[in-house]
């Protein structure tokens, strides 16, 4: 069973803007953690937060988590043409079996 | 360089034979993981092994076989039983919950 669904689905926007995904998940976590897959290829990971953690930068992403509504967010700043492919969240509930959604497509038009 | 390794990345079969896909790895990982990716979805957990000599299964394991004689081997095997074996094919492996990934194997049944 999926434990993360992510929204949109799909996100067309410029280069230059923000983009904005969505992560939901049902159980209670011990990390959620984001990826990044280009068309092909295998995923890379982006970022962890932990449980207890409710806010992650690093470089021009930033990670929110609200475990109170079973959520977390992946904000990519300044976004470039290069940032195309799609982001999977992940969730981390037991003994390290991570769970993915069926991910956000990201298009960004140069 | 440090990485995981999948091969081979194309891989065509006839109704009723096993393939078996592998997955090497010398990042001196504990954990290493098999998931089964569909066309425009998440990845989904086939089987997983967390120490040499002991694997689990996952959510999708029917129709699959896996080994762990090595620790820095964890081939897949797809059996004659697995009903739609066409996929794309994803080992990763861990030691602190983020996620190394191989570049995939895109198995297709004739």
């Known amino acids: 069973s999926q434990q993360g669904e992510e929204d949109p689905q799909a996100l067309s926007i410029q280069e230059g803007e923000n983009a904005t995904m969505n992560c939901s998940y049902k159980t209670s976590i011990n990390n959620l953690q984001w990826y990044r897959q280009n068309s092909g290829r295998g995923l890379v990971h982006l970022i962890l937060?932990?449980?207890?953690?409710r806010e992650k930068h690093s470089g021009r992403l930033r990670v929110t988590l609200d475990t109170s509504k079973k959520s977390s967010s992946l904000l990519i700043t300044a976004s470039r043409a290069a940032d195309t492919a799609s982001y999977f969240c992940a969730t981390d509930a037991n003994a390290g079996k991570s769970t993915f959604g069926d991910g956000t497509t990201l298009t960004v038009k140069p | 360089d440090g990485g995981i390794t999948q091969s081979p990345k194309y891989l065509f079969r006839k109704e009723g034979q096993n393939v078996t896909l592998s997955c090497e790895q010398n990042?001196?990982?504990?954990?290493m993981y098999w998931y089964r990716q569909d066309p425009g979805q998440g990845l989904r957990l086939i089987y997983y092994s967390q120490i040499v000599n002991d694997f689990q299964k996952g959510d999708i394991a029917e129709g699959y076989s896996v080994s762990r004689e090595k620790k820095e081997s964890f081939p897949l095997t797809v059996t004659s039983a697995q009903k739609n074996p066409t996929a794309f094919y994803l080992c990763?492996?861990?030691?602190?919950?983020?996620?190394?990934f191989g570049e995939g194997s895109r198995l297709t049944v004739l």
């Open positions: 990042l001196n990982h504990d954990a």
């Open positions: 937060i932990r449980s207890n953690e």
């Open positions: 990763a492996s861990t030691n602190t919950g983020e996620l190394f």
